[in-house]
């Protein structure tokens, strides 16, 4: 039986003879090769359909690269002619019985009982047979049904076992290991999977899973399926519409993956090809989330040939699909190969791995999880806090909610991906879960600390692990509420702070992009940092000036409360910070260190002293002290005295000389 492709003494390059036939050599060329993956022998199929499927079924026989010849309504007639053309008769869902067009499949069906002696004897002398999505066989020759109706071996013992021929081959089924003591059903839609011997038809069944589906087997998720050797020739049939479901984007839980993985099983078994060189022993785990890495274990790969692990389709990537990366088999043929996982929608995907040296493909599934991430993972009520997901259905909306309470509602891309801002509830200290829902169904949750107040030591999650706007104190002059201009050291100070931020954007005070010019608020939904007292400050005069920073410097109108007395700094309500009652001068000054969230939801880090000194050896100790130390500063604010102990006139960092003293902090 014949076969379209022409090998070439090149692998992974091949001639099409249907092309040769009909242009003569590619170009005027003869010696060009094409490239592509028509290196693989596959048999010639006698594709049966009625015409309104049509798109269906050839769109995945092209997609596996399986030579055919289309039949339908129009023209069954020349299939029967010379059957010996064909190495298989690939009956489609409902080509022979369909409901919704009765003529047409009428017209398959007369045809296959009028050449009923020529179809037992085609498959008798090794032909093969495939049948999808049918459950009537009495169109076919009386034998061929006889030998598909299960219902004869009702009460037949049920044995569990994955040895038959088929499930050998990579990305089979995976059969279902529980104990199950009922006998089959007594028709191909009753809801099971059955897998016959090669040997003696019937005396022994095995109960599969679902091949297109990604749940746990139960009545509804399992599938029939019948395969034996009858006379030279293979039959394979089952109920599972696999070409429809590989091409239609409306069937949900069902990815064309799946379909066109299994189809290409089950072309190869019933053609007697044998399985692919390439093998996938391991996925390693085999479902995980947007960013996991994945580990690919397999053998048999061609000796130190390049093996390529692709995504969805054999094709470079696009940002949705396609080539994940590459590494080189050993010299025993095994590999070893891994990915993150891509931005991809929920359910299964497709794993191909490509031996590219003999143009082999092994295929297996994997299964993307929801994926729900928010930033920061703790803090108060009234924080605004990022809520990233991943894996969700495309085009969806999703639900958000935390112990109970509406977050807010996200539209997903087409891959599943959200991003959005949302306000921590007015709900009590603790840890909550974050719960994420879109109107398909999916759904995951994460987890988020509700805390009194942010700290100094939750830094890392509130700054450099989130978006922030370094807002420098302009040197010019004039300046918003009156500020004067700064020096030098308040930007040399935030040095020692933003060199520890991912993700920031810088700009002065003076800039009405990043400060509202007339009220002195900061613009933007970012996480805000500055250096710089409030006399220097725009932000920082604004924050202390409405009582919105937990510390107060004293010459901010309204800083001291009534009968409070004389000290640098107050809290918000008026009361001194009595531990800062002192003068500073060349050789002693006092720093504040405070992070607080402001009325817009944003958290706030400053940090600034009395004087230029103060200032700078606010950053040094942040970075000598503090930040390696995180853990040990649970406050929301701390006060500083710095002493030129050395007396060289330079402000060293702590250890360096200098002495360091802490006066007070928020608790």
């Given at each position: 039986?014949?076969?379209?492709?022409?090998?070439?003494?090149?692998?992974?390059?091949?001639?099409?003879?249907?092309?040769?036939?009909?242009?003569?050599?590619?170009?005027?060329?003869?010696?060009?090769?094409?490239?592509?993956?028509?290196?693989?022998?596959?048999?010639?199929?006698?594709?049966?359909?009625?015409?309104?499927?049509?798109?269906?079924?050839?769109?995945?026989?092209?997609?596996?690269?399986?030579?055919?010849?289309?039949?339908?309504?129009?023209?069954?007639?020349?299939?029967?002619?010379?059957?010996?053309?064909?190495?298989?008769?690939?009956?489609?869902?409902?080509?022979?019985?369909?409901?919704?067009?009765?003529?047409?499949?009428?017209?398959?069906?007369?045809?296959?009982?009028?050449?009923?002696?020529?179809?037992?004897?085609?498959?008798?002398?090794?032909?093969?047979?495939?049948?999808?999505?049918?459950?009537?066989?009495?169109?076919?020759?009386?034998?061929?049904?006889?030998?598909?109706?299960?219902?004869?071996?009702?009460?037949?013992?049920?044995?569990?076992?994955?040895?038959?021929?088929?499930?050998?081959?990579?990305?089979?089924?995976?059969?279902?290991?529980?104990?199950?003591?009922?006998?089959?059903?007594?028709?191909?839609?009753?809801?099971?999977?059955?897998?016959?011997?090669?040997?003696?038809?019937?005396?022994?069944?095995?109960?599969?899973?679902?091949?297109?589906?990604?749940?746990?087997?139960?009545?509804?998720?399992?599938?029939?399926?019948?395969?034996?050797?009858?006379?030279?020739?293979?039959?394979?049939?089952?109920?599972?519409?696999?070409?429809?479901?590989?091409?239609?984007?409306?069937?949900?839980?069902?990815?064309?993956?799946?379909?066109?993985?299994?189809?290409?099983?089950?072309?190869?078994?019933?053609?007697?090809?044998?399985?692919?060189?390439?093998?996938?022993?391991?996925?390693?785990?085999?479902?995980?989330?947007?960013?996991?890495?994945?580990?690919?274990?397999?053998?048999?790969?061609?000796?130190?040939?390049?093996?390529?692990?692709?995504?969805?389709?054999?094709?470079?990537?696009?940002?949705?699909?396609?080539?994940?990366?590459?590494?080189?088999?050993?010299?025993?043929?095994?590999?070893?190969?891994?990915?993150?996982?891509?931005?991809?929608?929920?359910?299964?995907?497709?794993?191909?791995?490509?031996?590219?040296?003999?143009?082999?493909?092994?295929?297996?599934?994997?299964?993307?999880?929801?994926?729900?991430?928010?930033?920061?993972?703790?803090?108060p009520p009234g924080l605004n806090i990022t809520i990233r997901g991943y894996g969700f259905s495309p085009h969806a909306s999703v639900v958000l909610e935390m112990n109970g309470v509406s977050l807010s509602?996200?539209?997903?891309?087409?891959?599943?991906?959200?991003?959005?801002?949302?306000?921590?509830?007015?709900?009590?200290?603790?840890?909550?879960?974050?719960?994420?829902?879109?109107?398909?169904?999916?759904?995951?949750?994460?987890?988020?600390?509700?805390?009194?107040?942010?700290?100094?030591?939750?830094?890392?999650?509130?700054?450099?692990?989130?978006?922030?706007?370094?807002?420098?104190?302009?040197?010019?002059?004039?300046?918003?509420?009156?500020?004067?201009?700064?020096?030098?050291?308040?930007?040399?100070?935030?040095?020692?702070?933003?060199?520890?931020?991912?993700?920031?954007?810088?700009?002065?005070?003076?800039?009405?992009?990043?400060?509202?010019?007339?009220?002195?608020?900061?613009?933007?939904?970012?996480?805000?940092?500055?250096?710089?007292?409030?006399?220097?400050?725009?932000?920082?005069?604004?924050?202390?000036?409405?009582?919105?920073?937990?510390?107060?410097?004293?010459?901010?109108?309204?800083?001291?409360?009534?009968?409070?007395?004389?000290?640098?700094?107050?809290?918000?309500?008026?009361?001194?910070?009595?531990?800062?009652?002192?003068?500073?001068?060349?050789?002693?000054?006092?720093?504040?260190?405070?992070?607080?969230?402001?009325?817009?939801?944003?958290?706030?880090?400053?940090?600034?002293?009395?004087?230029?000194?103060?200032?700078?050896?606010?950053?040094?100790?942040?970075?000598?002290?503090?930040?390696?130390?995180?853990?040990?500063?649970?406050?929301?604010?701390?006060?500083?005295?710095?002493?030129?102990?050395?007396?060289?006139?330079?402000?060293?960092?702590?250890?360096?000389?200098?002495?360091?003293?802490?006066?007070?902090?928020?608790?």
């Open positions: 039986m014949g076969c379209h492709s022409i090998s070439t003494s090149y692998n992974g390059y091949y001639l099409d003879w249907k092309t040769v036939a009909e242009y003569s050599c590619p170009f005027t060329d003869p010696t060009l090769m094409i490239g592509g993956r028509g290196a693989i022998e596959r048999g010639v199929i006698a594709l049966v359909t009625i015409s309104p499927y049509r798109e269906f079924y050839i769109d995945d026989l092209n997609y596996l690269n399986y030579p055919y010849d289309e039949f339908n309504e129009s023209n069954i007639g020349m299939l029967f002619m010379d059957l010996s053309l064909y190495d298989a008769i690939f009956v489609t869902s409902f080509a022979a019985t369909s409901a919704s067009y009765p003529e047409e499949a009428g017209v398959i069906r007369r045809s296959f009982i009028d050449n009923s002696e020529n179809l037992l004897e085609y498959v008798e002398g090794g032909g093969g047979l495939i049948l999808l999505a049918e459950y009537n066989y009495s169109w076919l020759p009386s034998q061929l049904s006889e030998y598909l109706n299960i219902s004869i071996y009702a009460g037949s013992e049920i044995d569990l076992y994955a040895d038959h021929p088929i499930t050998s081959w990579p990305i089979c089924l995976d059969y279902y290991t529980n104990s199950l003591t009922r006998p089959p059903s007594y028709d191909l839609y009753g809801g099971y999977f059955h897998l016959w011997e090669d040997e003696e038809i019937g005396t022994s069944h095995g109960i599969f899973t679902a091949i297109a589906g990604d749940k746990e087997p139960t009545g509804d998720t399992l599938t029939t399926w019948v395969a034996g050797i009858y006379g030279d020739g293979r039959i394979t049939a089952t109920t599972m519409i696999l070409d429809f479901l590989s091409g239609n984007p409306d069937t949900e839980n069902m990815t064309f993956y799946n379909g066109r993985i299994v189809l290409d099983n089950m072309l190869r078994w019933t053609l007697g090809m044998p399985h692919p060189m390439i093998f996938i022993e391991e996925v390693n785990p085999m479902r995980g989330s947007y960013g996991e890495r994945i580990i690919v274990i397999g053998s048999d790969a061609t000796p130190e040939a390049e093996i390529e692990l692709y995504w969805d389709t054999v094709q470079p990537w696009d940002g949705d699909k396609g080539l994940l990366n590459s590494t080189e088999a050993k010299e025993d043929g095994n590999f070893e190969i891994w990915f993150h996982v891509p931005k991809a929608i929920n359910g299964t995907h497709q794993l191909i791995v490509l031996d590219t040296t003999s143009g082999e493909e092994s295929w297996t599934r994997f299964v993307v999880e929801p994926l729900v991430e928010v930033s920061p993972p703790f803090g509602t996200a539209s997903t891309d087409h891959l599943g991906s959200f991003i959005v801002t949302a306000t921590v509830p007015l709900i009590d200290q603790g840890v909550y879960n974050l719960t994420a829902i879109d109107d398909k169904g999916v759904n995951t949750y994460t987890t988020f600390k509700v805390l009194e107040s942010i700290l100094i030591s939750n830094f890392n999650d509130l700054f450099s692990s989130n978006r922030v706007r370094v807002i420098y104190p302009s040197e010019k002059e004039p300046k918003p509420l009156n500020r004067s201009g700064a020096s030098i050291s308040d930007w040399l100070a935030s040095a020692f702070v933003s060199t520890k931020l991912e993700n920031i954007t810088e700009g002065l005070d003076t800039n009405p992009s990043f400060v509202d010019q007339t009220t002195g608020s900061p613009m933007g939904s970012e996480a805000i940092i500055c250096f710089g007292g409030p006399n220097v400050g725009v932000p920082v005069y604004y924050y202390e000036l409405n009582k919105i920073a937990p510390v107060i410097y004293c010459l901010v109108p309204g800083a001291r409360g009534s009968g409070e007395p004389w000290a640098q700094w107050y809290r918000a309500d008026g009361t001194a910070i009595v531990e800062t009652a002192m003068g500073t001068n060349e050789t002693r000054d006092l720093f504040l260190i405070e992070t607080f969230m402001d009325e817009e939801g944003r958290p706030v880090f400053i940090a600034y002293g009395i004087g230029w000194r103060g200032t700078y050896a606010a950053g040094k100790y942040f970075d000598r002290v503090i930040y390696p130390n995180l853990e040990d500063y649970p406050y929301q604010w701390i006060i500083v005295q710095w002493i030129d102990a050395n007396g060289d006139g330079f402000v060293n960092a702590p250890g360096d000389g200098d002495e360091y003293t802490l006066l007070a902090t928020s608790d």
